[in-house]
């Protein structure tokens, strides 16, 4: 019986972003390398958190970065269209740190499959970061699992 780990089926470089940096810069990020979140790092390279757009979206828009948490930080509410645009504008001057997903599960490169599986089903996640001694090393993403599935072996 074949048994993948996390290394195998990564998506590798990892695309990072300083905490310190407007989630526009982040938003920009995303769209240009075509990824759904980013690794926030220090400035050691360690791994901080998570910014995912999932995260930060509310359940029912397409506005990206519009999650109740950002929302808090701000201190205004989606609730009210005529303000969109304003919540947007504020949104963009937010910093990753404050929009960031502190407590993110994470993986070891030589985690199994299974592992990987069950954590994504059981806290909801899209993307768990893969760290070496804390520092960023890949990326598995639920679009990675489904081409596991689109493989023969």
Known sequence: MLTKLAREIMSSPVITIAADKPVSEAAMV????????LVVVDESGQFIGLLSESKYLPEKTILPFLRQSVLRVLGSELGDPENIEEVINETRNTLVGDAMQQDAETVAP??????????????????LPVLEEGKPVGMISRHDLLTLFAKDS
Do not use: P, Q
Not at 30 to 37: D, P
């Open 30 to 37: 995303m769209l240009e390398k075509n990824v759904g979140s």
């Open 110 to 127: 030589g985690t199994h499959l299974a592992e990987v599986a069950r954590l994504m089903v059981d806290v909801g996640s899209h993307h």
